[in-house]
């Protein structure tokens, strides 16, 4: 069995990040793991622009800003292995993989980092009525068909949900001379990025309807059309506001969530709310030595996040590899804990090492939130006090929490990330 | 003289905005809540213009289709002029990512590039 320092999961922006930034912090033997056919994960579909802005201050397509990390992945001489699938961790650490070329194959690590991404919320996961006939897409697949694939999935369209990858599609899709009939959103506001409202929906003068959902599909083998309905506050569609769209195809952008099959089968404690692992302030899961990063952790709006997250877990690996397979602690642990509108906090603990000053706290709101404080308490005292102008669920938000602040607590306590009114 | 409304796409605010025009020439812009908004406003309601981003089929590759892009933005009106070009190129592989694949697209002046390497 062949035996490695940190085997990384997955060769998306996450994957590819964290690989980099451990091997600059002196470690030699790493491998990723990748089950597609290159490196570069979701960004090879995401031929669209506006990636990049913070990592290299220009604008990339997905293409570009993926191949920029692989190029210095093997640059940099880190070993990878594509259409490769890794079926189960076990808590001790040993990978169990298997492609075409090798068969079934272990390898040892002596650290994990989990960078496995998210999938699509499918249809079996939304109860939607109606038949199941040909024609019903998630919005990443039908992505996949026309950017990678070169293949059109219809030529009708409507589109289901109003998260970025939905609205990216609806304009894709129209450029490809489909005629997207409408968006629609159960929510009463957007989960996608303004720039997309306007840039994919309304330069095409393609209809948002928001509060509003799918209550029948008509076709049997293929879709034939989509009734849409308003619905109410406790999103119950409203009897009588039923309108019929004739269309071949629909699509679905109905919420991400992270892929942990192998994180459960790990058995590290997970996040109901992220559905991610719990993590500390170094990324690293219940189980020592297992870190994770990027859309497995939690979902991410911008792959520049998600790079600088993976570099952390990345940075945090390599410490543990060298230090001999565990941490300097200098500090007591502090839960860290999400009340009053924020929905949760990535990491969940921190501890102070004496080495690092800063630690990035990133969070996400339940509902949209003006001129509302981000409050942030420990054991009692209000140490950040932050105004923002608007808070909404579709946007990641993120402060600094100084390390200095810890030293008077060598008995550790409760860091509380909270939402006040003006 | 002209009004035209608009959203703000600089953050998620979203300010709904308004623009008065006096012969082609901005003389307002209202319901902006930073300077961000105002730049905006101005650009989009007198020259809006689009990256362009699509696909172009490949010949001999190991795909079927390599994506490309505009290599400067182009006026908005001249995306559709843009696309039926795309439609009509055929690359053949292997390609370079920032190969010109059409050049001066729709006589925009930009050039349409290859954003991904293709064997």
Known sequence: METYDIVVIGGGPAGLAAALSAKRKGVSRIIILERDRELGGILNQCIHNGFGLHTFQEELTGPEYAARFAAEVKREGIAFLLDTMVTDISPDKIVTAMNSREGLFHISAKAVILAMGCRERPRGALNIPGYRPAGIYSAGTAQRLVNIEGYMPGREVVILGSGDIGLIMARRMTLEGAKVKVVAELMPYSGGLKRNIVQCLEDYKIPLKLSHTVVDIQGKERVRGVTLAKVDQDRNPIPGTEETYSCDTLLLSCGLVPENELSRGIGVFMNPVTSGPVVNGRFQTSVAGVFACGNVLHVHDLVDFVSQEAAGAGESAAEYVLCGCSFKKEGADFQVKAQGGVRYTVPSSICSDGVRQQQTIRFRVGDVYKNHFIAVYLNGKRLIHKKRQIMAPGEMEELNFDMNWLSPYPDGGEIIVTLEEA | ?119
């Open chain 2, 1 to 119: 003289m002209e009004r035209k409304e608009l959203i703000c796409i600089g953050c998620p605010m979203g300010c709904m905005m308004s623009v008065e025009l006096e012969q082609g020439k901005v003389t307002a812009v209202t319901g902006n809540t930073c300077k961000r908004g105002d730049a905006y406003a101005r650009k989009e309601v007198t020259d809006p213009t689009r990256i362009v981003t699509s696909t172009v089929k490949l010949r001999g590759g190991q795909y079927p289709v390599v994506s490309v892009k505009t290599s400067k933005d182009i006026p908005k009106d001249m995306i559709e002029a843009c696309m039926k070009a795309l439609k009509e190129t055929e690359a053949k592989a292997p390609v370079e990512i920032g190969d010109v694949i059409v050049e001066n697209v729709a006589g925009t002046g930009a050039d349409v590039v290859a954003t991904k390497t293709v064997l």
